[in-house]
């Protein structure tokens, strides 16, 4: 398996030591939707793209001339075995060469035979270009909430609702905002919003009901309601919405703070989509964004047929 497992390598005229800082800061050339320490033996840390790809990593060896994280959870949303990464081994080999150093990156356990491998194969082209970039110019590209590989734009673009907005405010106060639907999400609500495990309900008129969970909620970066029951009266499957899942994902970028808000499951194909995007665009680029602007949101009276 081994010998089948991604591999690619570059050479740069940088000294290890400088290869070796690098790639042990993967939110400079990998993700900044990374959480934990990534340079320390036996640290624990947590990557995610948007609902599209998660994985938990702890890294295993650090040594001068060489790097390894161990997968120990993965999930993918767009393949039939979510868990494909889990127990592969990510591993970084630094060697002096010339006048130089050359990096040898191993994916071991990502074969040609699984469902993932060309997605992976182009993502890791990309990132790997990025750590490069980083290493010989101090500036890599890495993921920032938006899709940078050809694959992450092509499964972004899959379906699922999304609009993003950039606000002057803290990521932490985006995320209270966020967590206080009742005041930039015109309707009724029933029960608590901003606990992990909080159940509550939403009405608007006779019109849509929907009972929501609080799935995720990690302080300044995301929210995450699943939809556990939902009543759309205004089409044939009136369950539409149930199993799907809204997601909040907040980050700072250049100075300034990003939400990126999807509904996955809310896609072309459903009934409801042009009714639901519609109003989706109105609370979060209107009335969300309103309410992190100036503490006020704007709860617009949506029509008769919006959810």
Partial sequence: MTNRSYTTSFTVPQPPEAVFAAINNPRAWWSDSIEGTTDKVGAVWHYHFRDIHRCTIKVTEMAPGRVVWHVLENDFNFIADKREWV?????????????????????????????????????WGTYVGSLRSLITTGTGFPNIGEPV??????????????????VSASPAEAFAAVNDPRAW????????????GDVFTYRYKDIHYSKQQVTELVPGKRVAWKVLDSQLNFIADKTEWTGTTITFDIAQRDGKTEVVFTHVGLKPAVECYDTCSDAWTSLIT????????????MLPILDASVA
């Fill in 149 to 166: 590989t050809d694959a992450e734009e092509e499964l972004a673009a899959s379906g699922s609702f999304t609009r993003t907005i950039v």
């Fill in 185 to 196: 999400w015109s309707g009724a609500f029933e029960g608590g919003t901003d606990k992990l």
């Fill in 87 to 123: 127990d592969t081994h990510i591993v970084f080999d630094v060697t002096p060469k010339d006048d130089g150093t050359e990096v040898r990156f191993i994916h071991v356990g990502l074969v040609p035979d699984y469902e993932c491998y060309d997605i992976c194969e182009n993502a």
């Fill in 286 to 297: 209107g009335s969300l964004k309103q309410l992190i602007d100036t503490g006020k949101g």
